[in-house]
């Protein structure tokens, strides 16, 4: 078992920057590491994703403005979200996925709202 804690939401004006944090209990070597988010009335969808290796990828919606890392050493991933919009509110889930037994945990969410 794995748990997943995000942090760094917060309110922040159209134009501006947050950077979100996932800490997990255990190691994260053999995992893809994912951002996903939900907007009230909306599905949950994938915002950006990076591999064990690094390789990442990124919803359409967000390319050029977020960007995902991660830190295999400390059990964490990131998300540097900028120029962010207010169509970008919404509550960000932080998951992984281990790519070899597929077991798939989830963090509580961390709410992120985009006002002026």
């Known amino acids: 078992q794995v748990q997943l804690v995000e942090s760094g939401g917060g309110l922040v004006q159209p134009g501006g920057s947050l950077r979100l944090s996932c800490s997990a209990s255990g190691s994260i070597f053999s995992a893809t590491m994912a951002w996903f988010r939900q907007a009230p009335g909306k599905q949950r969808e994938m915002v950006a994703t990076v591999t064990s290796g690094g390789s990442a990828n990124y919803a359409d919606s967000v390319k050029g403005r977020f960007t995902i890392s991660r830190d295999n050493a400390k059990n964490t991933v990131a998300l540097q979200m900028d120029s962010l919009k207010p169509e970008d509110t919404a509550v960000y889930y932080c998951?992984?996925?281990?790519?070899?037994?597929?077991?798939?945990?989830w963090g509580q969410g961390t709410q992120v709202t985009v006002s002026s």
């Open positions: 998951k992984l996925r281990f790519w070899n037994s597929g077991s798939t945990y």
